[in-house]
């Protein structure tokens, strides 16, 4: 049985995330999909728990998608789940260079785990979560760039 792990921040999650989740979702017995607890973030738009709830209500529709959190090393957490694949996306070159880097510094932590690597689908290449916050901020239309399903949890941050 091959279980992989997404890990990203999702904060908010995009119809790019989701993309790569589907189709990860295909290629494994079991994706775990894992919000990172990251210390050093305090501008996020969502807590960690928003965005798993976030995740669920978007990948409902994909029985073996799992969703978590973690805090610390990737690797360390691939081994107490017993997972033995990273799933990264690519959206460009610039992409490929710090996740190819992650990828050695993963691989000399722990040899067991492998990462593979998914190319975004071409009509997603310039989402980012960063890029669906700006615009939300500044009142534009996001519907194109998110799940439908957290559109208003998106908005409603920007109304306060």
């Given at each position: 049985m091959l279980k992989a792990i997404y890990p990203g921040s999702f904060d908010p999650v995009t119809n790019g995330h989701l993309d790569i989740i589907e189709r990860a979702s295909k290629l494994v017995d079991t994706l775990v999909v894992a919000v990172l607890e990251n210390p050093n973030k305090s501008s996020s738009l969502f807590t960690v728990d928003e965005r798993k709830e976030h995740l669920r209500m978007v990948t409902k529709h994909l029985g073996n998608v799992e969703i978590s959190s973690f805090k610390g090393l990737l690797v360390e957490f691939a081994n107490e789940i017993d997972a033995k694949v990273v799933i990264r996306g690519l959206r460009a070159v610039t992409d490929f260079?710090?996740?190819?880097?992650?990828?050695?510094?993963?691989?000399?932590?722990?040899?067991?785990?492998?990462?593979?690597?998914i190319s975004t689908s071409v009509e997603y290449l310039y989402l980012s979560s960063s890029m669906v916050k700006e615009v939300a901020m500044f009142?534009?239309?996001?519907v194109d760039m998110i799940p439908a399903e957290i559109k208003d949890f998106v908005l409603d941050k920007y109304k306060k």
């Open positions: 260079e710090s996740e190819f880097q992650m990828a050695l510094i993963n691989r000399s932590l722990n040899t067991s785990v492998e990462t593979f690597f009142g534009g239309n996001i």
